[in-house]
């Protein structure tokens, strides 16, 4: 069985096509996609120059599921994004988008643990089963959402402190007030 904590190494060859070096056969973009909403980390190296492709094969799959309707980033935020190439905010925004995806994961395993603890229901019969769907149907709505994980999918990283979050809020309205300078 594969190490799931090991990346999938993915060759491509000269060829452009891509080979699962662990079931040794050929995988498509939706394949590795595939690979990625089950949890595990890929990556992809060019076979003749060694290179790591692997950013600029996730941001193909995105574009291909965004070009398919499957819209999940918003105009504005892209055009944001566009813009923090060529100006000062390029040092920052990937700390920026880190931390908001962390603040993400985070709400979401609060909220799933909060409704298992406060939900009467917990003492029916059969509640169990009722809460296994529920979590399915959140990993399914959620699986699009960066790789974004879920408590049933393993440990994430600790929790801040409550002065903590305050802290990274405060940090996030800093970010923000720099964003809204550079843009007028």
């Known amino acids: 069985m594969a190490d799931a904590k090991k990346p999938l190494l993915i060759k491509r060859y000269a060829s452009r096509r891509l080979y699962n ?35 600029q094969y996730l941001l193909q799959i995105i574009a291909e599921h965004e070009s398919r309707g499957e819209t999940m980033l918003p105009v504005n935020i892209l055009t944001d994004l566009v813009r923090s190439y060529t100006n000062q905010a390029q040092s920052f925004v990937p700390q920026f988008l880190q931390s908001s995806f962390d603040m993400l994961r985070s709400s979401q395993t609060r ?3 909060g409704i298992a603890k406060v ?12 809460q296994a769907q529920q979590e399915a149907f959140l990993k399914a709505m959620t699986q699009g959402m960066g790789g974004l994980s879920t408590p049933w999918a393993g440990p994430t990283r600790e929790e801040p402190a409550a002065d903590g ?9 800093a970010l923000q007030a720099k964003l809204d300078q550079m843009s007028k």
Do not use: C, H, W
């Open 165 to 173: 979050l305050d802290a990274i809020k405060a940090q996030l309205a």
């Open 21 to 55: 070096t662990e079931t040794s056969d050929y995988v498509t973009l939706e394949d590795i996609a595939g690979f990625i909403r089950e949890g595990r980390e890929v990556q992809i190296i060019d076979l003749k120059s060694g290179d790591d492709l692997t950013r």
């Open 111 to 113: 909220m799933i643990e």
């Open 119 to 130: 939900n009467p229901m917990a003492k029916v019969p059969g509640f169990e089963a009722m």
